[in-house]
């Protein structure tokens, strides 16, 4: 692991390990349990998940892995994507997908078969819902009518996805996509190569559209400091083939990461401008600051490690 993203991984585990309170619902810190407190540990779900197929898991994640096991069991924390219907079936795939192995299924089982009707299928869906679906749907291991990959590729962000002409307005401080649009160019890649698990799929010039597409939004984002959108676009490098660090833009986010990083590990929001302020509670500087904290470390740990052969 290179000396850069071992601080990185380093301390934004650290500061995770150390904020596990508030990541549980049920816990005197994380009251009241919100849908948005339950969206925080699907969040700490992925990253067990992804770190725990790696060569070497880090042992600071014992304790969130714990956690997870603990609250997966738990059937309050289903009820909490009642909050947001709109999405409560999304939450409840994601739930089911993420599981812990040799758990008590039946919390599991009694969420997927809320799934709304249809929502398994592609109707009325974008390519890039279809894929999110599909990805979720597999690793759960639910069946799903939606298209195989290849089908959808073509139609994804990675590849359909213009950047805006510079000047033209139609996105904010001239960046080549908007924000729905970045996050949705960087979910599109880790869904397609499950977090750097498998290749996408991309060759040829669409390969090349999809590295150009994201190196021009990457410099943007080191340049205004979106620090959560330049984590996860460095991950999406990875998946792409690219080794980040070798690059100049992918070199410059890692530099900008560590120089906001504090002492304590924490990245303290998703951007400059959202930065938590020094009178920030406890609670306060959480919810600024564990979601860019959590990518950083995915994306460290998962860029640092032996590709997949």
């Not at 040799?102 to 390519?127: M, N, W, Y």
């Not at 090349?208 to 340049?223: G, N, P, Q």
């Not at 860019?292 to 490690?305: D, F, K, N, R």
């Amino acid at each position: 692991m290179s000396s850069s993203l071992e601080r990185l991984s380093a301390g934004a585990l650290r500061w995770l390990d150390g904020n596990l309170e508030f990541f549980d619902p049920f816990s005197a810190s994380g009251r009241p349990a919100t849908h948005a407190k339950a969206k925080a540990a699907l969040e700490l779900a992925l990253l067990c998940h992804c770190a725990a197929r790696l060569p070497d898991p880090p042992d600071t994640l014992d304790g969130a892995t714990a956690l997870v096991r603990k609250l997966w069991q738990d059937p309050g924390l289903p009820r909490l994507f009642e909050d947001v219907p709109k999405h409560a079936s999304a939450y409840r795939l994601i739930y089911a997908a993420l599981a812990p192995d040799a758990i008590d299924g039946t919390q599991v089982r009694a969420a997927l078969a809320r799934l709304e009707p249809g929502f398994l299928t592609p109707r009325d869906k974008s390519p890039y819902q279809r894929i999110e679906i599909r990805h979720y749907a597999d690793k759960a291991g639910v069946r799903h009518t939606v298209e195989p990959y290849a089908e959808l590729l073509p139609h994804s962000p990675l590849v359909a996805f213009r950047a805006a002409g510079p000047g033209d307005g139609t996105t904010q401080d001239g960046a080549p996509l908007t924000g729905p649009q970045a996050y949705a160019l960087t979910h599109t890649g880790f869904y397609l190569s499950d977090f750097g698990q498998t290749w996408p799929g991309l060759g040829g010039g669409a390969l090349t559209h999809a590295r150009d597409l994201v190196r021009r939004m990457l410099c943007h984002c080191v340049e205004h400091d979106r620090w959560d959108l330049a984590a996860e676009l460095v991950l999406t490098q990875f998946v792409l083939g690219c080794e980040p660090l070798d690059t100049s833009e992918g070199a410059a986010a890692v530099d900008r990461l560590i120089r906001v990083q504090r002492s304590d590990g924490a990245i303290p929001g998703r951007s400059a401008a959202l930065e938590a302020p020094a009178s920030a509670s406890p609670g306060e500087f959480f919810r600024k600051a564990y979601h860019t904290t959590l990518v950083t470390a995915l994306m460290a740990l998962v860029v640092s490690s032996p590709r997949p052969s």
